[in-house]
């Protein structure tokens, strides 16, 4: 089955500063890339996705790329502000969802003042 | 439109008894699908009911199971509780199950004592 590996487990940068969050997953089938938001005590929250026919997306501060032959995809925060601090999830499908989401084992990210 | 709803969202139980989780999806999505969310093994897929017919299942024992009615909700049961089953059961709803954005309920925490 799919296998999604997430890096790094921690990120701590200065508010204003970006961050990346990087993914890589092994099934060549997996054509949709969901990136979620946990903060505590609170449920994932959908943030960005991407599909494997786009290499990049972007929304505000946040922009996911997908690199299909090294089966890497990557989360870009700009600006990064106190309440970006959460913990991110990566994530990947195959097509026709033929499986359910597999999950990276996330990314807390801490934003300095 | 109102979000997923997971009721209850607490849940304390003795191993060996069995337990039973709803999920209603948001009006409209047909596709619900059960992860189990602990902190050493992160978010795991259980299974995803999509016209009350379970599409795909994880890889979990048998004495997890679901079901999903007509008006989309869906229930999951885990029977002969374990200490290890003490956890985080997320649900989150599709407007169908390929490749279309998942949204997450609350979830319901389960300590199994």
């Known amino acids: 089955g799919e296998n999604v590996e997430q890096h790094p487990s921690t990120l701590s940068v200065q508010e204003g500063d970006s961050a990346v969050i990087k993914c890589t997953y092994s099934?060549?089938?997996?054509?949709?890339f969901p990136w979620y938001k946990q903060e505590l005590g609170k449920r994932p929250q959908l943030i960005i996705d991407?599909?494997?026919?786009?290499g990049e997306k972007k929304d505000q501060r946040i922009a996911v790329t997908l690199n299909k032959t090294a089966k890497h995809f990557s989360l870009h925060i700009t600006e990064t502000q106190p309440e970006d601090s959460a913990v991110y999830f990566c994530?990947?499908?195959?097509?026709?969802?033929?499986?359910?989401?597999?999950f990276g084992k996330g990314t807390h990210l801490i934003i300095q003042p | 439109k109102a979000g997923v709803t997971q009721t209850p969202r607490y849940l304390i139980k003795t191993r060996g008894q069995q337990v039973t989780l709803s999920c209603s999806p948001i009006?409209?999505?047909?596709?619900v699908s059960w992860y189990q969310q602990t902190p050493g093994q992160g978010l795991q897929f259980l299974f995803e009911?999509?016209?009350?017919?379970?599409?795909n299942k994880g890889n979990f024992p048998g004495r997890f199971s679901g079901r999903q009615f007509s008006n989309s909700r869906s229930e999951m049961n885990v029977s002969t509780l374990e200490l290890g089953d003490s956890a985080l059961y997320l649900c989150?709803?599709?407007?169908?199950?390929?490749?279309?954005?998942?949204?997450f309920g609350q979830g319901t925490r389960l300590t199994v004592v």
């Open positions: 989150a709803s599709s407007l169908e199950p390929a490749n279309t954005e998942a949204f």
């Open positions: 099934d060549s089938a997996s054509n949709y």
């Open positions: 991407i599909r494997s026919n786009v």
């Open positions: 994530a990947a499908r195959r097509g026709g969802g033929a499986d359910g989401l597999t």
């Open positions: 009006s409209g999505h047909r596709s």
């Open positions: 009911y999509f016209s009350e017919t379970q599409r």
